[in-house]
């Protein structure tokens, strides 16, 4: 029955120190206790530390965090982890938020935040849409922007047709190979 805990922050300028703290105090250390630690966004789900958490808990154990927002990146993600620890028959307990899935109420607050954390963020991607809308009817354009200028682009197809190699085509104009072979293609499709 150990007391797993999980810490992360985004990026490696912040400190992991409070949280650490946090899982100390409540008795993720010492014994079979142990605390993993990470420096990534949660965005990604290439975050070993995490795996490496996962894999190591057992039937019994608790996973401590502070928050939510430490453990997953996406609301489905934060079920799939939970649904997963329930049938591994694995407590969560999150510090910040006072849930603890041991508890009828804990696992009641659990899904609560769970389903509000889904619609905050359905309403976010509503807005952002609205927004990016409203900027393309302004005129505002995004991506990035063209590397060459379409008289750029003529001159590197007429060097291309003309038998100068791809490899001196991209250092001439500092391009990668394959947005020269699609500046090349473009007029083809």
């Known amino acids: 029955m150990a007391k797993i805990g999980y810490a992360r922050v985004s990026s490696t300028g912040q400190s992991l120190d409070v949280q650490i703290d946090k899982l100390t105090a409540y008795g993720c250390v010492g014994d ?7 420096k990534r966004s949660g965005t990604t789900d290439k975050r070993a530390e995490l795996q490496a958490c996962l894999k190591h ?38 510090l910040d938020q006072s849930i603890d899935t041991s508890t009828p ?7 609560m935040l769970a389903s509000i954390a889904e619609f905050e963020t359905a309403i976010r991607k509503e807005r952002q849409t609205d927004g990016i809308a409203k900027a393309q009817d302004k005129g505002v354009k995004f991506g990035a922007k063209p590397k060459l200028s379409p008289a750029e682009i003529a001159e590197l197809k007429q060097k291309r047709e003309a038998g100068v190699l791809i490899k001196d085509l991209m250092k001439e104009y500092g391009l990668g190979k394959t947005t020269v072979y699609r500046l090349l293609d473009l007029d083809k499709a």
């Open 57 to 94: 808990l057992r039937k019994g154990d608790t996973l401590v965090i502070t928050k939510l927002d430490r453990l997953a990146r996406s609301t489905l993600h934060l079920t799939q982890i939970a649904d997963d620890l329930d049938k591994r028959e694995i407590q969560l307990v999150v």
């Open 32 to 38: 079979d206790n142990e605390i993993f630690q990470e």
């Open 105 to 111: 109420t804990g696992r009641l607050l659990f899904n």
